[in-house]
């Protein structure tokens, strides 16, 4: 099924620690964006790519690193995992055509 | 900086009601308006996506209406079912910013009793 996947479903962390979350979609889109949703806050950005080679920061960037790999994939790295951190991250993509958005089924992380 | 306000913040419905959700944004500079549903513990799907240029988009039992010059959006939903229950979400994609990402509502959480 076309959509974006995201990888993985859990984690749990140790203050200090890094990871990697991973995003792919398979439905051609140059837009890729990272959201994390904290309970009271709803959804905020923390970077997106507009086209592959390219990213920026958005709302809440602090703590973290993105890379563009290719048009199908847009990762976001942990570098020193904090317990403000703690949160569900969401990866979704956007057509070009409508402006739609499609997002992943997220990736609930706790950071102990 | 847009804002977007879902009211109320929580709603609970015996099942068979007609219902309307409500979504109110700071600025009307918006490309589109998209209404997801978020079930615990899962991620959004979206139900309807709302250009600038529209009034209203429907799907089956869902109606959503846009008025960009007052900042209002609704998601009108015909006789509910228990498997409505969910978080509604709203969410408007401004014009004048390079990101292109979206602004999000903190949602309606929805209660259909069977």
């Known amino acids: 099924n076309a959509g974006v996947t995201q990888t993985p479903k859990f984690q749990v962390l140790k203050t200090g620690q890094s990871m990697t979350l991973q995003c792919a979609q398979d439905m051609n889109h140059n837009s890729m964006y990272w959201y994390r949703q904290d309970p009271g806050m709803g959804l905020r950005l923390i970077y997106y790519?507009?086209?592959?080679?390219?990213?920026d920061k958005g709302e809440v960037p602090n703590g973290y690193n993105v890379s563009r790999l290719n048009k199908r994939e847009f990762s976001l790295r942990l570098e020193s995992a904090a317990p403000s951190q703690t949160s569900v991250y969401f990866c979704?993509?956007?057509?070009?055509?409508?402006?739609?958005?499609?997002f992943g089924s997220g990736t609930r992380l706790t950071v102990v | 900086k847009q804002e977007v306000t879902q009211i109320p913040a929580a709603l609970s419905v015996p099942e068979g009601e007609n219902l309307v959700l409500n979504c109110s944004f700071t600025d009307s500079a918006i490309y589109n308006l998209q209404w997801f549903r978020q079930d615990p513990g899962k991620g959004l799907t979206s139900l309807l996506l709302?250009?600038?240029?529209?009034r209203e988009q429907t799907s089956g039992r869902l109606n959503a209406s846009l008025d960009k010059s007052s900042g209002r959006s609704t998601l009108y939903i015909a006789a509910s079912q228990p498997g409505d229950s969910a978080t509604y979400l709203c969410?408007?994609?401004?014009?004048?910013?390079?990101?292109?990402?979206?602004?999000f509502g903190s949602g309606t959480r929805l209660q259909v009793q069977p």
């Open positions: 979704a993509s956007r057509d070009t055509l409508y402006y739609g958005y499609t």
């Open positions: 790519s507009a086209s592959e080679g390219t990213t």
């Open positions: 969410a408007v994609r401004q014009r004048d910013t390079g990101r292109r990402a979206l602004t």
């Open positions: 709302i250009q600038s240029s529209q």
